[in-house]
Nanobody, 126 residues
Framework: VQLQAYGGGFVQAGGSLRLSCAPS????????LGWFRQAPGKEREFVAA????????HYAASVKGRFTISRDNVENTVYLQMNSLKPEDTAVYYC????????????????????WGQGTVVTVSS
């Protein structure tokens, strides 16, 4: 499975961006799709995820109410709509996927996902 993430860019605080991630490769069944981010000098952190078994969306507290994860099953693409962006949202954003069935308590952990995209940079100016 290959993941291609795109849509990052430069935006002023309060603005919006939409990230996209398109899995490709051999046919596969997705257990969950997630977004993580890593700011300069910080560890990678969970942002949002969508679990296939329930179509449930899950968010980090820092982005809840501002970010929305969604999936287009026809185009097999996952999106991260980011609104009301803040300078602290500045980071490299990574999409991730797992082909295994995901237990809810593990959906926030990067180790749950075996496939990762190359990252797309989001910069939010104050």
């Amino acid at each position: 499975v290959q993941l291609q993430a795109y849509g990052g860019g430069f935006v002023q605080a309060g603005g919006s961006l939409r990230l996209s991630c398109a899995p490709s490769g051999r046919p596969f069944s997705i257990g969950a799709l997630g977004w993580f981010r890593q700011a300069p000098g910080k560890e990678r952190e969970f942002v949002a995820a969508r679990r296939s078994a329930t179509n449930g969306n899950h968010y980090a507290a820092s982005v809840k109410g501002r970010f929305t994860i969604s999936r287009d099953n026809v185009e097999n693409t996952v999106y991260l709509q980011m609104n009301s962006l803040k300078p602290e949202d500045t980071a490299v954003y990574y999409c991730a996927a797992t082909t295994t069935r995901v237990i809810l308590s593990t959906i926030f952990q990067s180790a749950t996902y075996e496939f990762w995209g190359q990252g797309t940079v989001v910069t939010v100016s104050s």
